[in-house]
C-alpha cells in the first residue's frame, strides 16, 4: 500500500479530513525513491531540503484557498529549467548547469501548489526511444528491470508507474511522451503544438516539442494540463486559445462519437499482441456507443523519414548554442575553434552527434532541397490526411507502439531499428494535433497503449473518451510487482 | 547512396563544430548511410507544387507594449560561466598568434 494508490481526488479528500498531510506526501515521494529508485534509475537531482520546507509550509495554507492539485508532488524532466535545482538534459555538456529562471510550467505548477520533487531522467537532449541514451545512467521498466522504460521521457513514465510520484511532466517531440507512458503501463498526453508554452524547455525541434502530463488516470492528466496549458508571452508560438476545463468534460459519455481507425496503424510491423489488445479497446468503445469506421491516413509510411530529417535540422541548430562558453561543460583548449571542437565532441553522446549530423547534412547546399525541403513537403501531406479525416470523424484511434517494451541493450547500434519505434507516434509531432496514451491491455506481462489522437485544441474530446474508456475497463489500476515496498 | 563517404561525414562534422577521429567517421559513415538510404524512400512521392510546412498552425509576429521592464541581473547571468573576468567572459585566443 502507498498513499499513492489514491487519486488526486482522494488525496484531496484525506487531506481535507486530516488523515494526512502535505508533509506526508511528501515524503512518501522521497521514501519511495529511497526504496525504489535504485532500481529503477528514474531521478537524476531531488529538491528534498526545499520541497520539505514548501511541504510544511503549504500544510499551513487553508483548504478554502486550495486547488486540485495543491500541495502533490511532481517530477520534472530534465530539460525542463527549473531555478535552483541542477538541469542537464542528462546530457554531460549540460554538467553542473543552474538554471537563473524556471520554466513557465514550472511556474504554473508553483502557482497550483504543486511540490517539486526533482529531475527526472530522460534520453540525452530527448533523443531516443529507450532512455538508453541517458548520460548519466539508464532507467528500468518497472514492470520487468530487463526492459526498457521507452524514450525520450522514460524517467517521466517510469518515475509514475513504480509510484515514486503521482505526476510527471514530460516532453513530445515524436512520442516522447506517449510511446514509454505505453511502456510503462500509465497515461501521457502529447497537448496540440502551442497549447503549452515550451519557454524554458531546452529546445529540440522546435516546430515538434510539446510538453505534457504523465499520471496514472486520465482525471489527473487532465487536472495537470489545465494547469500547465494556455498563452504566454515568453512564447510566440503559445496559442491563444482559451483553455477550457478538461474535467468538466469528463462525463463517461461517448454515444454517438465517431472513431476513426486508420489501417496503416494495424498494418505489418504491429505485433499480433498488441493488435489483439487494441482490436478489443476499440470493441470496448464500440460497445459504449461510439461508432468506428476503418479510414486510410496514407502517407503514413513516410512520416518518419520525414520527422527524423527535420527534428535532426531543427536540433542541429538548436544545439549549436552548446558551446562551452556561457555554461556547463567546457573542454581544455589553447584556441576558441578547438574548445568548440572540444567541448561538443566530449559534451554530447554518440545519438545527439549522429542527429546534428544528419540535420548539418539535411541542411547543407546541395542536399537541402532533396532532403529538408521535400520533408516539410510531406509534412504538408501528412497533416492534410488528418485534416481528411477530421472532417468527419471526432477522434482517431489506433496502438500507440508497434510492440510492447524491448528488452535494454538490445538495439544499441542500430539506430535505425530505435527510430523504427515510433512509427506510430511521429505523424502526430509532423500534423501538431493533440494525443494521448492509455493503458488497453497487457502481452506477455507488459502494458499495451492506447493511442487516442484528437482535433487540434480539443484535448477535451479526448479525455473524454480516455476517461469513458478507463471507467469501463480496469487496466489503470494494474501495477508492476515493485509497487509493492517492503 | 549505400554509404556517406568519410569525407563527407568529417565536413559535416566541421560544420557542425564536432571534432571527430577517423574511427568515429567510418562508424558514421555507415551509420549516417543506413538513415539516409531510408529517407530517400521520400523521393518516391511526387511533391510538386506542395507547399513545404514549416509550422502546423499560423505563425505571425507577436507584439507586446513597449514598456521599459528591468531585465536579468547581470551577475546573475554570468553564474554559469566557467571562465570570466571583471564581469566579462573569457575564452582562448581567437585569432592565432
Not at chain 1, 522504460?149 to 514530460?170: K, M, Y
Not at chain 1, 542527429?355 to 492534410?384: E, H, N, P, W
Request: with cysteine; net charge negative.
Amino acid at each position: 500500500m502507498s498513499l499513492f494508490d489514491k487519486t488526486s481526488a482522494e488525496l484531496q479528500q484525506a487531506l481535507l479530513n486530516k488523515e494526512i498531510t502535505i508533509a506526508d506526501l511528501t515524503k512518501e515521494a522521497y521514501a519511495r525513491i529511497d526504496a525504489l529508485d535504485g532500481e529503477v534509475g528514474a531521478f537524476l537531482a531531488l529538491n528534498k531540503e526545499a520541497a520539505e520546507q514548501e511541504a510544511a509550509e503549504k500544510d499551513q495554507v487553508p483548504f478554502e484557498e486550495r486547488g486540485p492539485l495543491f500541495g502533490l508532488p511532481i517530477g520534472v524532466k530534465d530539460n525542463i529549467v527549473t531555478e535552483g535545482i541542477e538541469t542537464t538534459c542528462a546530457s554531460k555538456i549540460l554538467e553542473g548547469f543552474n538554471p537563473i529562471y524556471s520554466a513557465t510550467v514550472v511556474e504554473k505548477l508553483r502557482e497550483a501548489g504543486m511540490v517539486t520533487v526533482g529531475k527526472v531522467n530522460m534520453d540525452e537532449f530527448a533523443m531516443g526511444s529507450a532512455n538508453e541514451n541517458s548520460a548519466i545512467k539508464k532507467v528500468h521498466n518497472p514492470w520487468d528491470f530487463d526492459r526498457a522504460p521507452g524514450g525520450s521521457s522514460g524517467g517521466s513514465a517510469a518515475a509514475v508507474a513504480a509510484g515514486e510520484v503521482p505526476f510527471t511532466l514530460g516532453s513530445d517531440t515524436g512520442g516522447s511522451i506517449r510511446q514509454p507512458a505505453a511502456f510503462c503501463g500509465v497515461v501521457g498526453m502529447k497537448p496540440t503544438y502551442g497549447r503549452v508554452s515550451r519557454y524554458g524547455l531546452v529546445a529540440f525541434a522546435s516546430s515538434l516539442d510539446q510538453i505534457g502530463p504523465i499520471t496514472r488516470n486520465v482525471r489527473d492528466n487532465a487536472l495537470l494540463l489545465e494547469a500547465i496549458a494556455g498563452v504566454d508571452e515568453h512564447d510566440s508560438t503559445s496559442a491563444n486559445v482559451e483553455v477550457p476545463s478538461y474535467v468538466d468534460q469528463l462525463t463517461g459519455d461517448i454515444k454517438g462519437l465517431k472513431v476513426a481507425v486508420p489501417q496503416e496503424y494495424l498494418a505489418e510491423g504491429v505485433s499480433e499482441g498488441v493488435k489483439a489488445q487494441v482490436l478489443a479497446a476499440i470493441e470496448k468503445l464500440k460497445e459504449l456507443g461510439a461508432t468506428v469506421d476503418t479510414v486510410s491516413l496514407p502517407h503514413s509510411k513516410y512520416a518518419l523519414a520525414a520527422y527524423y530529417i527535420i527534428s535532426s535540422s531543427e536540433a542541429s541548430s538548436n544545439l549549436s548554442r552548446f558551446d562551452g562558453i556561457r555554461y556547463g561543460f567546457r573542454a581544455e583548449a589553447d584556441n576558441l575553434e578547438d574548445l568548440y571542437l572540444q567541448t561538443r565532441a566530449q559534451g554530447f553522446g554518440d545519438e545527439v552527434k549522429r542527429r546534428i549530423m544528419l540535420g548539418t547534412y539535411s541542411l547543407s547546399a546541395g542536399t537541402y532541397d532533396a532532403y529538408y525541403k521535400k520533408a516539410q513537403q510531406v509534412r504538408t501531406l501528412i497533416k492534410q490526411d488528418f485534416d481528411k479525416v477530421f472532417e468527419e470523424y471526432d477522434v482517431i484511434v489506433g496502438p500507440t507502439t508497434p510492440t510492447t517494451a524491448f528488452k535494454l541493450g538490445e538495439n544499441l547500434d542500430d539506430p535505425m531499428t530505435v527510430y523504427a519505434n515510433d512509427i506510430l507516434t511521429v505523424p502526430i509531432n509532423l500534423a501538431g494535433v493533440p494525443a494521448i496514451s492509455i493503458p488497453c491491455g497487457f502481452d506477455n506481462n507488459m502494458p499495451v497503449g492506447l493511442q487516442i489522437i484528437g482535433k487540434y485544441f480539443e484535448e477535451g474530446t479526448i479525455y473524454r473518451v480516455a476517461d469513458a474508456f478507463e471507467k469501463a475497463t480496469d487496466f489503470h489500476n494494474a501495477k508492476p510487482q515493485t509497487w509493492e515496498v517492503k | 547512396m549505400a554509404k556517406l563517404s568519410v569525407e563527407e561525414v568529417k565536413h559535416v562534422a566541421k560544420l557542425a563544430r564536432l571534432a571527430i577521429t577517423d574511427e568515429e567517421a567510418e562508424k558514421f559513415a555507415t551509420q549516417l548511410g543506413a538513415i539516409t538510404d531510408f529517407a530517400n524512400e521520400l523521393q518516391e512521392l511526387d511533391t510538386t507544387d506542395v507547399v513545404p510546412t514549416t509550422h502546423v498552425l499560423p505563425v505571425h509576429n507577436v507584439f507586446r507594449e513597449d514598456i521599459p521592464a528591468k531585465g536579468l541581473d547581470r551577475d546573475l547571468m554570468m553564474k554559469n560561466v566557467k571562465e570570466q573576468q571583471d564581469g566579462l567572459v573569457k575564452v582562448p585566443p581567437i585569432i592565432a598568434q
